[in-house]
């Protein structure tokens, strides 16, 4: 139920009336059904008659008070839907969307082949079909101190990527999903290889995307750019440590491979990062709608 406009107003006002006072008054709003008037009169039957009349009102009133406390719920969950649903999406915790048929041993071995597609063969694969990619948002905690309080915060690592496609943009880690990977494998290995980072958890999968570019590494001089299109589910990633006194990552731990030139560490809030890449922007969007606490130091 969804109560809205003059409908919505007067229900508050009779939930204000029935509390403000034991008597009710004639409601020019509500009007239509008829209204009793207490009145002090003597003798058994005008007390009888006043008796039966205020169990009336207070039985009303309290069936009053009911409406509007569940309207109130109602208005209440129907503002939080209306302003989670634009970025809602991620799944929930320790579900990496895997479906199996069979032998999950047998189904998720990588064997060489698959871990090193060779050129003449990944280059035309990337022009002219679709690549899965694992994207991860991986997140450290980080001490620091806010109003001269001493608080750990979490941040995103991002790395400025060294070639097509989207060269030079500031971007999440992440890579092809090798056949006989979950999407949590890959953004295990996707964090080892990329950032050297090696204590990482996956927790969840935020969403999936469908990226297109007009470049790709692999165009030829000989022969015009025909794109690189990826779909890439994004992983939310947890950095981990060894020693259980402290949660902090350094930044010594970060060893970037060849496809990223540079690495920096950003807020979560997504407030705070309104000029990074979009794709970038709603990784974090859809981390703040899962869970606004998981981005609040206060």
Not at 34 to 42: A, D, K, R, Y
Not at 127 to 135: F, P
Request: aromatic share 8%; glycine share 6%; hydrophobic share 35%.
């Amino acid at each position: 139920m969804r109560v809205r406009g003059p409908r919505a107003k007067n229900v508050f006002g009779i939930c204000y009336r029935s509390a403000a006072s034991p008597f009710w008054t004639h409601d020019e709003d509500n009007d239509g059904a008829s209204t009793t008037i207490m009145s002090h009169s003597h003798g058994s039957s005008a007390s009888s008659s006043s008796l039966t009349t205020l169990v009336a009102l207070a039985f009303g009133a309290g069936c009053m008070a009911g409406i509007c406390a569940t309207a109130l719920v109602v208005l209440q969950q129907s503002s939080t839907k209306s302003i989670d649903r634009d970025n809602a999406g991620a799944v929930i915790e320790d579900n990496d969307l895997s479906l199996f048929y069979g032998d999950v041993k047998q189904l998720t071995e990588i064997t060489q082949a698959r871990k090193f597609l060779p050129d003449e063969l990944y280059g035309p694969m990337v022009r002219n079909a679709v690549v899965c990619c694992v994207d991860i948002l991986l997140v450290r905690q980080q001490q620091q101190t806010l109003e001269g309080k001493q608080k750990q915060i979490k941040q995103a690592l991002l790395v400025e990527r060294s070639s097509e496609p989207a060269k030079g943009l500031w971007w999440l880690p992440g890579g092809r999903l090798l056949k006989g990977e979950t999407f949590f494998a890959a953004a295990i290995r996707k964090a080892q290889q990329e950032t050297g980072l090696t204590n990482v958890r996956p927790i969840q999968v935020l969403g999936v995307w469908n990226t297109f570019f007009p470049t790709s590494h692999w165009d030829t001089d000989d022969s015009p750019p025909e794109g690189t299109q990826t779909v890439n589910p994004i992983v939310l990633v947890e950095v981990m440590t060894t020693d259980p006194t402290t949660t902090t990552t350094s930044n010594n731990d970060v060893k970037l491979d060849a496809t990223s030139e540079n690495y920096r560490w950003i807020d979560l809030d997504p407030k705070n990062n309104a000029s990074e890449d979009k794709y970038v922007l709603q990784a974090l969007l859809r981390l703040r709608a899962w869970n606004p606490k998981y981005i609040d130091y206060s």
